[in-house]
């Protein structure tokens, strides 16, 4: 199975909501393996690995948050 790798920011309100959890365990559901972590720019960065699927399924769930 081929892997990819992924960043995305996420912005909008997503400081101060509990979106990072959020994201981390969406995330981790979805067997996706990196980082989430919050920008002092307000945004959200997350660097995900694993099967293309998940990181478009994790991609998908980041437009709706939480």
């Keep these: 199975m081929t892997e990819a790798v992924e960043r995305i920011e996420i912005t909008g309100r997503v400081q101060g909501v509990a979106y990072r959890k ?4 969406a995330a981790r559901s979805l067997g996706l393996r990196g980082f989430v972590r919050n920008r ?3 945004s959200v960065e997350a660097v995900m690995a694993g099967p293309q699927a998940g990181i478009d399924a994790f991609a998908e769930a980041c437009r709706e948050g939480p």
Excluded at 22 to 25: E, I, K, P, V
Aim: glycine content about 14%; aromatic content about 14%; cysteine-free.
């Design 22 to 25: 959020w994201a981390q365990d």
């Design 40 to 42: 002092s720019d307000g």
